[in-house]
């Protein structure tokens, strides 16, 4: 079963850094795009930012500048390295992923979501 798992969210003061890395596992033969979405009480669920598997990326207006997603094939992860902080970037990260693998001789594909990493920015 494929599964997403994100780590490193924790408090962190304005003006801060974190890079929070989601890891993937499973019977997976390809990643195709992966990327980071967060959730902040009461507020619909949007995007921060996305890499294809070409190294291809889309960032959200609010945060271009100042976070940089990258991805490791090999490690089946991908990271988001957050700079410049601001209180408004308080919110759950959750990590989903297309993914294609293989059950018997049969390629299927599907989009997963990790269970999210609390993301805390405040003084």
């Not at 798992?5 to 929070?20: D, F, I, K």
């Not at 408004?88 to 390629?107: L, S």
């Not at 989009?111 to 805390?120: K, N, R």
Request: overall charge positive.
């Amino acid at each position: 079963q494929v599964q997403l798992v994100e780590s490193g969210g924790r408090l962190v003061q304005p003006g801060g850094t974190l890079r929070p890395s989601c890891a993937a596992s499973g019977p997976i033969w390809r990643i195709n795009v992966i990327g980071w979405y967060r959730q902040d009480s009461g507020q619909e669920r949007e995007l921060v930012a996305t890499i294809t598997s070409a190294g291809s990326t889309k960032y959200a207006d609010s945060v271009k500048g100042r976070f940089t997603i990258s991805r490791d094939n090999a490690k089946k992860s991908v990271y988001l390295q957050m700079n410049s902080l601001k209180p408004e970037d308080t919110a759950v990260y959750y990590c989903n992923a297309d993914v294609e693998y293989y059950r018997g001789y049969i390629r299927y594909e599907n989009t997963y979501w990790g269970q999210g990493t609390q993301v805390t920015v405040s003084s």
